[in-house]
């Protein structure tokens, strides 16, 4: 059980675009899902926390206009990555978790992104 | 959320027991003790949690002091598998729910 999948494992894309990458929680509901980057040899960060149904919050330093988080099902959050620029290049994971006990997230595999 | 405290890295024998250990001493009294792990280029995983008493499963087991100002995570038969980076994470749930990620202990488990 808790099983998480994202969309797509890696994509490669042109600075300028936009890239969305989705989350799913594959045998449970999630009220709250997560959005974490981590750059090579670095540690998780937390980019953003959404809630099914509201507005997703941001932490300090995340750009919620280029950072476009939808929470719109119990079992689907996407990430759209606008704009993308070489920097923005990184290991992209998502975890999902159910109400009460928030802090035992379940992992996605992570989406490797790559902007040329 | 408290701070913690873990050796960067650390070795173990295949088929024996891996002890990662983990300081906390400003851990507060509603805060939990997680651990989780994160194999290469692969998203993290939830091993074990606890508060005070110690608690065993599947995967660990985990030990916190009476003064759960440290923890212990106990792999009892380590397999290569089981090489990643491991993560003590402290949280007092609730409202706060965040994870920070700290950089972890890698363990390497050696043939």
């Known amino acids: 059980g808790a099983v998480v999948s994202q969309h797509p494992s890696r994509v490669i894309c042109k600075s300028g675009t936009s890239v969305k990458i989705e989350c799913r929680s594959l045998d449970f509901q999630a009220t709250t899902m997560f959005w974490y980057r981590q750059f090579p040899k670095q540690s998780l960060m937390l980019m953003a926390t959404?809630?099914?149904?509201?507005?997703?919050?941001?932490e300090q330093g995340v750009e919620k206009d280029k950072f476009l988080i939808n929470h719109a099902s119990l079992t689907l959050s996407t990430l759209t990555v606008t704009s993308a620029h070489p920097e923005d290049s990184s290991f992209y994971i998502c975890s999902a978790a159910t109400s009460g006990r928030q802090e035992t997230q379940y992992f996605g595999p992570g989406t490797r992104l790559l902007v040329l | 959320d408290a701070k913690t405290t873990q050796p960067t890295s650390m070795d173990c024998a295949e088929g024996r027991a891996a002890n990662l250990p983990c300081n906390h001493s400003t851990i507060s009294g509603n805060e939990y003790v997680y651990w989780y792990r994160q194999i290469h280029s692969q998203g993290p995983q939830y091993i074990i949690h606890g508060l005070k008493n110690n608690e065993t499963n599947e995967m660990a087991s985990l030990i916190i002091t009476e003064d759960r100002k440290s923890s212990t995570l106990i792999l009892p038969h380590a397999t290569l598998r089981d090489t990643a980076v491991y993560y003590c994470i402290v949280t007092s749930g609730g409202s706060n729910y965040k994870l920070t990620f700290g950089k972890g202990t890698l363990l390497t488990v050696n043939p």
């Open positions: 959404s809630n099914e149904g509201s507005k997703a919050t941001y």
